[in-house]
């Protein structure tokens, strides 16, 4: 992974309540996954595998409501975490974040 993705992942991963960042391939693979986060390797390959089916499942929705549409974002939110998703072609990037904090690390 090029040190620039790497750099964008430690950003993102310094926002307050920020738990992990996930990457995967398109069958659910990760990809990244940062080691120094509380989240294991085996709880982030866990949260892959379930997010990837519910994110295929919400793009089929949109476009069975809409062919001309494409899911571009998903974000779910329960009480303990809320997790976004950005689907791609070939990856998908997923921040999974505690929902009560919202500033960002000093």
Known sequence: MSSEV???MRRIIKHVGVQDVIITDK???LIYHDSKTSMSSQDAQNYA???AKLTTQARSVVR???PQ???SFL???SKKHEIM???DKDFLL???QNPSTGEEKQ
Request: glycine residues 0%; without cysteine.
């Open 6 to 8: 790497e750099e964008t």
């Open 27 to 29: 069958e659910a693979k």
């Open 49 to 51: 595998s379930h997010l």
């Open 64 to 66: 069975d409501l809409d």
């Open 69 to 71: 549409n494409d899911l």
């Open 75 to 77: 974000r779910i939110r």
């Open 85 to 87: 998703v950005a689907p």
């Open 94 to 96: 997923m921040v999974v």
